[in-house]
């Protein structure tokens, strides 16, 4: 055999033998991985973790997934927890809410966001204005994107990785772009970004400094607007609590994600910073999550305040319904409306003429011109005989008064009622005697 060909068959041989132990490791060697898991309870509940750590720190606690507008007026004592990602409370709730407060109770919430408010710092007055949550008006605080860090605390070591990795695939990128792209890159990357410090919280009864991740959101205090907060961080850039009668409101920052949420919880000492606020209400205090609020409408203020006339007003309008449709026995068919007799609208037209002014003479023209067209017809030699004549030969053969005949042909329209009877009797004798 010759020398290559055995260097050939000693190559493929390693190559088959390296081939066959990855294929042992890939296909039939079994071994643990890690896989992130995300169980049905936490999709469900995004502070299921915080729910956890509060009950084993003794702390009773009950999750609400709808702040309603019954479950304001009947809220329990203690501590009540709202999630950033809810809606703001309106004017209503915010009332009911701050009454909670006042009476011993704390509050745990996020407050509106302003758009643009670093621009309009120097405007408070327009800030508030705007302002949409009437909770953070009242403090005079909201969220805005100020760029300020908290140089009283070290930096922030998972933000300063990541800003590592970012810079490193910008550069990456930067090799794979022409001079131009490089260019305008370098004057985009003109302004130095702040430097990732954490928020630092020296709080009362905390026995060390805890630390906060910074959100990309801060807390803006309104120079002018709302009381003073009894404590917060060094900046007021997380955390602002405030005094409300005899209890305690707490401003808590939050962007994306919440310091209380699944995945934040762990990180620095956000968990500690929720056993703290917690424990404003009392070291034991009952605590109330709630994941969402909804408006409260017209209908159900209504319903809360003026229940008794509401019901009042039902009851009339039931008992009207049914008067106007009550009856006894089955429905009869309608019946139809009685004819009137011929002679009453004949009766009803001879009164309507006989008011009019040249009624009468209607009346009267229209029954001679039916009376002389029948007498022509049956007396031929009528025509050739001027009236006195035509009164002479009717009386003749009626044996009617010639003076009724000549008035009841020729006269005028009588004015009084008896009268003109007379004339129209005639003309009706003068017709049935030549219709025989």
């Known amino acids: 055999m010759k020398r290559s060909h055995a260097i050939l068959i000693a190559l493929v041989s390693l190559l088959l ?26 999709e469900k509940n995004p502070m299921l973790v915080a729910t956890r750590l509060l ?28 999630s950033p990602y809810a809606r703001q409370p309106d004017e209503q709730q915010a009332r009911l809410l701050l009454d909670w407060v006042r009476r011993g ?7 509106g966001r302003i758009q643009n408010a670093v621009d309009k710092a120097d405007q408070p007055d327009a800030i508030s204005e705007e302002l949409a949550d009437p909770l953070g008006k009242h403090f005079g605080v909201a969220m805005s994107g100020r760029v300020r860090v908290d140089d009283s605390c070290r930096l922030d070591p998972v933000e300063a990785k990541r800003r590592a ?13 022409d001079q131009d ?4 890159e370098e004057e985009d ?22 630390e906060l991740r910074q959100h990309d959101d801060n807390l803006l205090r309104l120079e002018g607007k ?33 310091y209380f949420d699944n995945g934040t919880l762990r990180q620095f000492d956000h968990a500690e910073l929720l056993l703290l606020l917690a424990g404003q209400g009392g070291a034991k205090a009952p605590v109330l999550l709630v994941q969402h609020n909804e408006t409260v409408g ?18 009339l309008l039931l008992l009207w319904l049914w008067n106007a449709t009550r009856r006894f026995g089955p429905l009869l068919p309608e019946a139809a409306a009685p004819r009137r007799a011929l002679i009453e609208h004949i009766e009803a037209s001879g009164r309507w003429l006989w008011r009019l002014p040249q009624g009468r003479a209607l009346l009267l023209q229209a029954v001679r011109a039916r009376t002389e067209k029948l007498l022509l017809r049956r007396l031929p030699e009528l025509h050739a005989m001027d009236g006195n004549e035509r009164a002479r030969r009717l009386a003749r053969l009626t044996r009617l008064p010639e003076a009724h005949i000549l008035d009841a042909l020729l006269g005028a329209p009588a004015t009084r009622a008896a009268e003109f009877t007379r004339q129209i009797s005639t003309l009706q004798q003068l017709r049935a005697h030549h219709e025989r």
Request: hydrophobic share 45%; net charge negative; glycine share 10%.
């Open 17 to 42: 033998l390296g081939g066959g132990y990855e294929l042992w490791h890939a296909l039939f060697h079994k071994v643990w991985r890690g896989e992130l898991y995300t169980s049905p309870a936490q």
């Open 165 to 177: 990795k970012l810079a490193a695939a910008k550069a990456e990128a930067a090799k794979k772009k």
């Open 181 to 184: 792209d490089e260019d305008e």
């Open 226 to 258: 709302g009381p003073a907060p009894l404590w917060g961080d060094t900046y007021g850039l997380a955390v602002l609590v405030y005094a409300e009668g005899r209890g305690k409101v707490a401003m808590v920052a939050a962007d994306d994600d919440s």
């Open 298 to 315: 017209w209908a159900a203020w209504l319903w809360q305040h003026a229940r008794p006339v509401l019901l009042g007003l039902a009851a």
């Open 189 to 210: 990357e003109g302004q130095p970004e702040a430097p990732a410090r954490l928020v630092c919280l020296n709080a009362p009864g905390a026995p060390n400094t805890i």
């Open 105 to 111: 109770n704390t509050l745990i919430m996020t407050p």
């Open 55 to 82: 009950e084993a720190g003794g702390h009773a606690v009950r999750v609400e997934p709808m702040l309603t507008y019954q479950l304001l007026n009947k809220l329990p004592d203690g501590v009540l927890l709202l």
